[in-house]
């Protein structure tokens, strides 16, 4: 049997490069060797206010972007979280062995309770990694591929699981987050010291998967850029680093060949090609999504949320069972 690995995306938003490049990249390359589970995680994206409507259209495209970056469905199972109750009650259950200060420490709840104003923050924000470690835990996660940012969560996640094994005996698997270098930050074009957000207040923060040539063209010319008129690659030039390691990962030229490329030349030239490099990467990605009916895309989540379901409750009853609930 394979080792398991388990990740999941919020519909919340646009997606961008970051969660591409970030996230699914390295999904589409590990299902070969891992059982692969790929949630679309519309329970986490309501723990900020949603447009009923465009959470539901939102969620079969992330489920889109997900089969046309080469998710394959006979390799991968994906499904859409709300479809297995199992989450929200094992969520329920590690509630109660959750401390509140170890949320409290948690780096993104502090940025978005932070953006919703404080006094307006749900309390599904600040229990939202809770929801996060009952996603990998319920189906026996060995590996979690996911971006820097997500560290902290899986970090608590490992801490919950073993709390509870001591208390109430083996019963989860401790899992390990899986980066690899690409999946370091990719940074927002608007400010490099931020990453590259759905929920950014500015369009100018991120190229979407669907924005259009003439969008994607504006959004390079606009990125900030640093002092000086050099291209090259370090870590005193934050803004223009981004874009190298964007340049970098989409056309599979190192930094370093980046850099010798555009000796003598400026700004102006750099940014033309990278815009050229992200809209050759985005078309063909674009026309697969556009060929996904929504229906056939429903049907594969379903498939996966069936295939999923025995898993998660077979794990729930258990924890039941070992906790003293009455079965
Ligand atoms: P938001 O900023 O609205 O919370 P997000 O853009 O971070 O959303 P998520 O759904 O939270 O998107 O993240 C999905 C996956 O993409 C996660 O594995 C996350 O680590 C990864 N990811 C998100 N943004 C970036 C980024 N800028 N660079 C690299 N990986 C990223
Ligand atoms: N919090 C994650 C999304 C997410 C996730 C998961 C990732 C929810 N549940 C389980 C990996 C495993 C994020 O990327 N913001």
Excluded at 65 to 86: C, M, N, R, W
Excluded at 126 to 153: C, N, R, W
Excluded at 228 to 239: H, L, T
Aim: net charge neutral; charged share 30%; glycine share 4%.
């Amino acid at each position: 049997m394979k080792p398991r690995i388990f990740s999941g995306i919020q519909p919340s938003g646009n997606l961008h490069l970051g969660n591409y490049l970030g996230a699914i990249r390295n999904w589409v390359k590990l299902q070969d060797q891992y059982d692969s589970i790929f949630c679309v995680v519309d329970m986490h994206a309501i723990t900020v206010p949603q447009d009923p409507t465009e959470l539901r259209r939102r969620t079969i495209e992330v489920a889109k972007v997900y089969l046309a970056s080469g998710i394959d469905p006979k390799k991968s199972t994906p499904f859409i979280q709300s479809h297995i109750s199992e989450h929200a009650e094992l969520a329920w259950i590690l509630n109660t062995i959750a401390k509140i200060p170890e949320l409290e420490k948690m780096t993104q709840f502090k940025d978005k309770a932070q953006k919703a104003g404080k006094e307006s923050a749900s309390v599904g924000l600040f229990d939202y990694p809770i929801l996060m470690a009952s996603d990998i835990l319920l189906y026996d996660t060995e590996l979690v591929p996911v971006g820097k940012d997500q560290l902290q969560h899986i970090e608590l996640t490992r801490t919950l699981a073993e709390r509870f094994n001591k208390k109430f005996g083996e019963t989860f698997i401790l899992p390990k987050a899986f980066t690899t270098k690409e999946s370091e930050n990719i940074m927002g074009l608007d400010d490099p010291t931020k990453k590259m957000s759905k929920s950014a207040s500015s369009e100018y923060n991120y190229i979407a998967l669907t924005d259009d040539e003439e969008t994607v063209r504006r959004k390079i010319k606009k990125a900030v850029t640093d002092s000086g008129s050099e291209i090259v690659y370090s870590d005193d030039k934050p803004a223009l680093k981004n874009l190298i390691n964007i340049y970098s990962l989409l056309s599979e030229i190192s930094p370093k060949e980046i850099e010798k490329k555009y000796v003598g030349k400026g700004y102006f030239d750099f940014k033309n090609d990278l815009a050229d490099v992200v809209i050759n990467f985005l078309q063909p990605l674009q026309k697969k999504i556009e060929e996904l009916s929504d229906e056939k895309v429903l049907k594969i989540l379903e498939d996966g949320a069936k295939k999923v379901q025995p898993i998660a409750k077979k794990k729930l009853e258990e924890v039941k069972n070992k906790i003293g609930f009455i079965g």
